[in-house]
């Protein structure tokens, strides 16, 4: 016996096995739709994350015994939500329906992974919503999404400590300056705010609020624009603020900034309707001590506002029953007392036409010292760019700045040199996806 | 041999002191699994405040219809199963490399070895996309096949059968006229049992508290073991601040029998053990 | 011995082998092979949104080119590399002492003490992160209460410490773990030896350089290899970390990096190429090492 000989029968032994596995590998099915009888009874799953999803399920679910929908609750979209949502597209496993937020449509159109409704006749029910918002899913000739909800900003703030310190409430960028450094004179413990270096969603709003605009399309050719002047101020603006010691740099969103919050350490919070359940939820302390203002402005007299998140329902590949799940969707965001559930749950503003007024984001909240807020929001709403477009890599274009945001904390480089890397790297992701792209 | 009194006092201070190390985030998980949302972010840390422990006990077990004890049931499940069975071919394999020879046996027992050296999360991904293509992601089986094969049991396994069975053992079965399977089954596995027990409980521990593989494979909540659920609970928990005392009830209640389980685990060690005459 | 017989017995051991075999083809070797032909795809498209269709073609080794031409990659490998030059010695170093001192006979309750290292091994990596997460968030951690007491600001979650508070849970995870093992061998050293050496003259610690260290050094080679593979393998603790600390990124760990490719971004073929890069780098690292610990016994 040879070691040679060994050697080549492991060899062919593995070949036989890697064959195998490539074999394994190649039999993509495609899943079947199926046509309900009538009278039969079935059971559609959908995957949220939105708080007060499950009593309108709940609710959808009394009224319609034969078309029963299946909740299950996942983790938010960027925080695994999607991953599953992609992984279970790979597997054949996708549910029916999903949470799909506007940014990352076209991250799952490129993987095929939606339904066209147009062909189910969703394009009768296009003026029941918000132009901008439906246009987000409507792509060539197809529609991909349901619109649920969106994310018009405002500035949360902390009206008794203001009033306390003698300060105004900023109404421009500038003041928002100033009174960042007042604050910290007054308390040497508290902070206007943070500037949370790993979540570049919220950047990315300012940035459009200031009038960027990222990304195009012209013909097949994706248009990236990120490094545009109105981004380089924006970005200077908080790497000034950092540099100063004027906000913190700690995460958003986390236990940590709910103890700041709490503790009256972080006494604003430039964010979005959406923002108010999640105050109320994690700063039960400060009830009837927070009230809301329009975002501060970079020209006085101006009115821009932004979006931040913003949601759809989508029909996931493979739902076997396309139109009951359709059906579903256009409940779900259009029904007024469905309507009423999720904004009991803080999903965000609603996407269908006129559901503001009478609704219930039409009242005063006793947390924020019994202020119509959504009076704030409303307005907020009519002020922001709908012209503004995703790309098919965005989850990969918020890393890319994250990374030099931390850089930038950890003492490498600074925001704008952030933003301009993260220009180099968009367009590379965008080319490495077999896509053409040209840089503005 | 007899240690002065100061250095076993220094001795026992400084273990003291170790052990309050690896004690005290027991402490306060301990501490915090007592109190309210609030109290966790408004109160200190090493003493109680409120005490709900009830109350949020009932919460673990109770929320989303009781899905926290589905978990516990799959975590034993893949556990027990992938250890028990990994165990059984891995002293069959330990046993074939020890106790015969045949031509291959030097290159499979140097590809085993090789498959110890191969970091188990590497593999992870190209077997989800495998599979998936085969339709077993997402499935009790995407996670108990890859737990069924374990290298590093397969050498202990070789090398305790090599010192641990005799050959005249095996001759004496073999005159009796016995066959190799009632041979192996009834006579190997017995002499075998002291590795054997410490090979389960290596794979025990290492699927018990696994957390890569079954989120790569894994989108069904009712199929998750109790590290991917505590973990999707701490993701909800900025939109559901509840969560975070869930959270931590769920893993309060999840170390606790671990806590038993490891005593148990350290008389099964010493079982398999030379006593030495060290005093211990 | 007739021809059909000698061949039954020859078959008897690939029959022992056979299930373990087919399942580490199918489960160890297939994967890897298939990691390797996947990590070598490129895929066209057409229309700004792929909707005109995709399809795949032999990229070569481009995607291997991609990875190691994306700083924040190879700044991951860097960092695991740094993490496992500072980990390994101060686990194998620590669980060697714990074990030590417990065999020795200055140490009172040794079983006792034994148990309590040896318990955080049974809580998971994600739950023992879970757990020291808490311990490590500003406004939260009665620690970082009780420091800034003391007139201590430490900011445990920041770019340049956060890296040591993963380390602190990894040992505290895992060294009464390879204590364990130690302690094992420990044990297993005929008491004879000891009484030789006693007589001899020899005091506890030359006991413990000449007799027990050289002993239990198979055991140590054991914890160490496994503790290069652990450590270049770390992913759990920064995930789980992530939304507390700005300074772990996606791309903080290759595994990390591997996984947020396949399953965030949906670039398979970058992260085959990053988990082969990192299993390739695994093997060679610990292979290597064992190769000097060889080397060194002859």
Not at chain 1, 85 to 114: C, T
Not at chain 3, 75 to 93: E, N, W
Not at chain 3, 180 to 206: C, F, S, T
Request: with cysteine.
């Amino acid at each position: 016996m040879t070691r040679g000989s060994n050697l080549r029968r492991l060899l062919v032994a593995m070949l036989g096995v890697v064959s195998f596995a490539a074999v394994a590998c190649g039999g993509d099915q495609e899943p079947e739709t199926q046509q309900r009888e009538p009278g039969q009874k079935i059971t559609l799953t959908f995957w949220s994350w939105v708080p007060g999803v499950d009593k309108a399920v709940d609710l959808w679910n009394s009224e319609n015994p034969e078309v029963q929908v299946k909740l299950e609750k996942i983790p938010a979209g960027n925080q695994g939500g999607y991953a599953k949502m992609h992984s279970a597209l790979k597997s054949g496993e996708a549910p029916d329906l999903a949470q799909v937020e506007y940014q990352v449509i076209p991250e799952f159109l490129l993987e095929d992974g939606l339904v066209d409704l147009a062909p189910l006749g969703v394009g009768d029910h296009e003026g029941d919503f918000v132009e901008w918002q439906w246009q987000q899913g409507a792509f060539g000739d197809g529609v991909y999404a349901v619109p649920q909800a969106s994310g018009p900003m405002a500035m949360f703030y902390r009206a008794d400590l203001f009033e306390k310190w003698g300060i105004a409430p900023p109404t421009t960028w500038a003041e928002y300056e100033q009174a960042a450094r007042r604050i910290r004179q007054a308390d040497p413990n508290a902070y206007i705010s943070t500037f949370p270096p790993g979540n570049s969603a919220w950047f990315t709003s300012l940035a459009a609020q200031a009038g960027a605009r990222w990304f195009d399309i012209s013909g097949d050719t994706w248009q990236v624009d990120m490094d545009t002047p109105e981004t380089i101020e924006v970005a200077e603006y908080w790497d000034r603020m950092r540099q100063d010691g004027l906000v913190k740099t700690d995460p958003d969103l986390q236990n940590g900034w709910y103890a700041d919050l709490q503790a009256g350490r972080i006494v604003t919070w430039v964010g979005a309707q959406w923002g108010d359940a999640i105050l109320m939820g994690n700063a039960p302390e400060t009830a009837g001590k927070w009230r809301v203002a329009p975002i501060p402005q970079w020209s006085e007299g101006e009115q821009r506002s932004a979006n931040w998140g913003g949601s759809s329902t989508a029909l996931l590949k493979g739902a076997s029953y396309p139109e009951e799940a359709l059906k579903f969707a256009l409940w779900l965001n259009t029904d007024p007392e469905s309507i009423d559930l999720l904004i009991a749950g803080g999903y965000g503003w609603p996407a269908a036409k006129g559901a503001f007024s009478g609704s219930a984001l039409d009242k005063p909240y006793e947390f924020f010292s019994g202020q119509k807020i959504n009076e704030v929001f409303a307005e907020a709403d009519q002020n922001i760019d709908k012209s503004w477009k995703w790309i098919p890599t965005t989850t990969a274009m918020y890393e890319n700045l994250n990374q030099g945001f931390r850089a930038a904390v950890a003492g490498q480089g600074s925001f704008a040199d952030s933003v301009r890397a993260a220009q180099t790297k968009t367009v590379a992701d965008l080319k490495a996806k077999g896509l053409r792209v040209s840089e503005g | 041999m007899r240690a002065s009194l100061r250095s076993r006092i220094l001795v026992t201070a400084l273990l003291g002191v170790l052990a309050l190390y690896f004690l005290l985030p027991v402490y306060w998980l301990l501490v915090a699994s007592t109190k309210s949302t609030g109290d966790l972010f408004g109160s200190s840390g090493l003493w109680f405040a409120d005490f709900r422990l009830a109350e949020n006990l009932v919460n673990v077990f109770t929320y989303d219809d009781g899905i926290y004890l589905r978990w516990v049931a799959n975590s034993v499940l893949y556990a027990f199963v992938g250890a028990t069975v990994s165990t059984l071919l891995s002293a069959a394999a330990g046993y074939a490399l020890a106790k015969f020879a045949f031509r291959g046996r030097e290159t499979v027992f140097n590809l085993v070895l090789g498959g110890v050296l191969v970091p188990a999360t590497a593999l992870a991904l190209p077997l989800y996309l495998m599979l998936s293509n085969v339709g077993l992601a997402n499935s009790y089986w995407a996670v108990l096949l890859p737990s069924l094969v374990n290298p590093f049991g397969v050498y202990l396994l070789r090398i305790y059968t090599e010192a641990a069975v005799p050959d005249d053992l095996l001759e004496a079965g073999r005159i009796d006229g016995a066959g190799e399977a009632r041979i192996f089954f009834s006579v190997v596995l017995r002499v075998l049992t002291p590795g054997l027990v410490t090979v389960f409980l290596f794979q025990f521990v290492g699927i018990w508290n696994n957390y890569f593989l079954p989120l790569v494979m894994l989108s069904d909540p009712a199929l998750y073991p109790i590290t991917l659920g505590l973990t999707s609970w701490q993701s909800f928990a900025d939109r559901q601040p509840e969560l975070y005392q869930l959270t931590i009830g769920g893993a309060f209640v999840s170390v606790v029998p671990l806590m038993i389980v490891t005593a148990v685990l350290q008389r099964f060690w010493r079982a398999g053990l030379t006593e030495g005459s060290v005093k211990g | 011995m007739p021809a059909t017989a000698r061949r039954r017995k020859a078959l008897v051991p690939w029959a022992f082998l056979a299930p373990f075999c087919v399942l580490f083809l199918l489960l160890f070797i297939a994967p890897i092979g298939y990691a390797v032909y996947q990590s070598m795809i490129r895929v066209e498209r057409t229309g700004p949104m792929g909707l005109g269709g995709a399809r795949e073609v032999f990229g070569g080794l481009e995607n291997y080119s991609r990875a190691l031409s994306d700083p924040a990659f190879v700044d991951s490998l860097g960092r695991v590399l740094l993490f496992a030059a500072v980990q390994v010695p101060l686990m194998i170093v620590l669980a060697t002492v714990l074990a030590l001192l417990l065999d020795s006979a200055s140490a009172r309750w040794p079983a006792m003490f034994r148990a309590m290292f040896f318990l955080p091994y049974g809580v998971p990596g994600v739950i023992a992160t879970i757990i020291w997460g808490f311990l490590y968030v500003p406004g939260v951690s009665p620690i970082l209460d009780a420091l800034s007491w003391l007139g201590l600001e430490v900011d445990l979650l920041g770019p340049s410490t956060v890296l040591w508070s993963i380390a602190n849970i990894v040992t505290w995870a895992f060294a009464g773990y390879n204590m364990l093992v130690i302690i094992a061998q420990l044990k297993a050293i005929p008491g004879e030896l000891y009484e030789a050496a006693i007589v001899d003259g020899a005091g506890p610690l030359r006991l413990v350089w000449h007799v027990k260290l050289p002993l239990v050094r198979p055991a140590i080679v054991l914890t160490t290899v496994f503790t290069i593979i652990g450590t270049l393998q770390l992913f759990a603790e920064p995930l789980v970390l992530k939304p507390l600390s700005t300074a772990i990124s996606f791309t903080y760990s290759p595994n990390l990096s591997a996984f947020n490719e396949a399953f965030n971004t949906n670039n398979q073929a970058l992260a085959a190429a990053e988990a082969v890069l990192l299993a390739l780098g695994a093997f060679v690292l610990s292979f290597g090492f064992l190769r000097l610990v060889g080397r060194g016994r002859r």
